[in-house]
């Protein structure tokens, strides 16, 4: 496949690359001083302001890319800080002025509210945060968000005379071998252990900066004002209350079932911690790729059986090298997909190991990188920087969608059977963990000034309340109290995390529909994902055909779907 070219720029130069504020400031000033008479001027000054942003953004995304890429360069580190220290502040505060410009303007009130309601719904929502004393604050803060990649990137164990990042070792924890499992296990957990005072220090710093940004910005709580900055508009934290109530009384019930058969299936007298990953029936631990070329591949070739267009999209990303797939010591951990707002093609990063995860996480990261192409000619940088709620039902949904085809990994029956039954055992999986990660999100930051022993006691209560009583944690009362630290979501993107569930529901829905309708849920779920952000959730997700929608009958219903689907793999 061709490489794709960014469209032509009209405000700034072609040849324009983002170097220093003193470049960059004569067309933030431009736009500012810019006298709009009519609303074809004002239209004109929104598309000249969203290329001069893509443009600033996309720089910024790369100097991120190649940070996460190698975080021991002292080279690459220093030009992303140096972006966020002598850059940033500046972007921030003439973003500031510009929101003010356009909200203030009369003809602002009278674009239609169809096409621009969300639009001007965020740049009011960004003007409720701004304090010209929290633009350093910010800046610290983007800074000491870093640092979790820092001391979590570097996390090595050593086995069996060989050295293994904590992705490559998670794979132990799939081996018929419970010894091994076990042994792995504890390794994993006394590593992170080792850095668990480096890392409550961290998290403590960033909970006051936050909390100090909130107060500044006249919020009462920083969960207040996260809720405003992600232009949550459609729920509450009322609702993210009842949907944790909701997940406890639908999913945990499954959830329970699932751990029983396990237990039943490695007839072991009680389920450890260890045991949950394995797959039962003495089946060695499931290598659906053997290395990142392979991956891209078979990735491509399900794409393919589920829409052409969406195999083009992945082979675009090879082409162009947008892709960092393998894992490596000295590479940040995780794996993501980034955006680009200026030439629509993204970046896709992860830290592949050969895994059943691995696979998934790449069918995850590669329906955002759909998403990204559907979206990349919309008129507006803001209709392409789309809400997690509808990001992640495009990753999710391709998750499951794509079980349809997952014979192009598994060539063996019984290696499919069990990987598809692996899926729905994660899917349901990952609904309590969510609802602990944003009820435990809820507390600390309702509860700023907590102790760290009161942390430590909240956070236990939490985990529990959502854990199953068929895993034995005894014994582990140090590892538990301190799991929270392994979740990039809490230092670097707070309160990102119910969007996964949200986005689970409708994803389970997708899927749903797909097997009942075929090309018909695909057709929805391309035009749903084309119209980015320029329409509320409630309305993305009608266009996908499915609702938006996260209360206990609904949960009910769909958690049957699942059971079904799981029983039938039986």
């Known amino acids: 496949m061709e490489a794709v070219k960014r469209k032509p720029r009209n405000f700034i ?16 000033e431009k736009l500012f001083l810019q006298e709009i008479n009519s609303t074809e001027e004002l239209l004109l000054w929104l598309k000249n302001r969203s290329e001069l942003e893509s443009a600033v953004d996309e720089d910024y995304r790369w100097r991120y890319i190649r940070l ?58 960004s003007l ?32 069996k005379d060989n050295e293994y990042t904590l992705p490559q070792a998670v794979n132990f924890l799939y081996e018929n071998d419970r010894t091994v ?29 936050r909390n100090e940004l909130a107060t500044k910005a006249g919020f009462s709580n920083y969960r207040d004002y996260k809720f405003t900055e992600l232009n949550r508009n459609d729920y509450t934290a009322d609702d993210c209350f009842q949907f944790h109530e909701a997940i406890k009384k639908e999913v945990l019930p499954l959830y329970e079932i699932f751990l029983n058969d396990k237990k039943k299936a490695l007839g072991v007298d009680t389920l450890r911690p260890w045991d949950v990953d394995v797959i039962e029936g003495n089946q060695q631990p499931l290598k659906p790729f053997t290395d990142g070329e392979d991956l891209i591949k078979k990735t491509s070739n399900c794409f393919h059986e ?6 083009d999209c992945l082979q675009v990303m090879k082409t162009m090298g947008h892709l960092d797939l393998e894992s490596r010591k000295g590479k940040a951990p995780g794996g993501y997909n980034m955006t680009m707002p200026e030439i629509g093609v993204p970046f ?10 691995d696979m998934v996480t790449m069918l995850h990261e590669g329906g955002h990188a759909i998403h990204s192409f559907l979206c990349k000619d919309l008129a507006l940088k803001e209709f392409k920087d789309v809400p997690s709620e509808i990001a992640e039902v495009a990753s999710m949904s391709m998750e499951l969608i794509s079980m349809e085809h997952w014979e192009i990994f598994f060539e063996n029956k019984e290696d499919l059977r069990h990987a598809k039954q692996q899926q729905i055992k994660r899917v349901i999986h990952i609904l309590p963990w969510v609802a602990t990660i944003d009820k435990f999100q809820h507390w600390v930051y309702t509860n700023p000034n907590h102790t760290l ?9 939490i985990f529990f309340e959502f854990s199953s009583s068929a895993i034995d944690y005894s014994g582990l009362d140090e590892n538990i109290a301190y799991r929270w630290q392994s979740q990039l979501h809490l230092f670097e993107v707070p309160f990102y995390y119910i969007e996964y569930a949200i986005a689970q529901l409708g994803a389970i829905a997708m899927w749903k529909q797909y097997k009942e309708q075929g090309d018909v849920a695909i057709d929805n779920y391309i035009k749903a994902l084309s119209m980015g952000y320029s329409k509320s959730l409630p309305e993305l997700y009608k266009a996908a055909g499915i609702q938006f929608d996260f209360s206990q009958n609904y949960i009910s219903e769909l958690v049957k779907f699942l059971k079904k689907e799981y029983e039938a793999l039986h």
């Open 13 to 28: 130069p072609e040849n324009f690359i983002v170097e220093n504020w003193e470049q960059l400031q004569p067309y933030f």
């Open 453 to 461: 022993e009161q942390r430590k006691t909240e956070w236990t209560k």
């Open 348 to 357: 896709i990063f992860m830290n592949a190991a050969s895994s059943l995860s």
């Open 181 to 209: 499992r076990e042994e792995v296990y504890h390794l994993i957990a006394q590593r992170r252990l080792n850095d668990k005072e480096k890392l409550n220090d961290l998290y403590s710093d960033l909970i006051q900066k």
């Open 128 to 159: 409720k945060l701004h304090e010209e004393e929290n633009i350093e604050l910010l800046t610290a803060l983007e800074l000491k968000q870093q640092e979790y990649q820092g001391i979590s990137g570097n996390m090595t164990i050593q086995y």
């Open 306 to 311: 589920i829409r052409p267009f969406f195999a």
């Open 68 to 125: 996460t890429c190698d975080i021991n360069s002292a080279e690459i580190k220093q030009a992303h800080e140096y972006f966020v220290t002598e850059i940033q502040p500046h972007l921030i505060e003439y973003r500031e002025k510009l929101n003010k410009k356009f909200i203030t303007h009369p003809l602002s009130q009278k674009l239609d509210k169809q096409v621009y309601g969300t639009l001007i719904n965020g740049i009011n929502n």
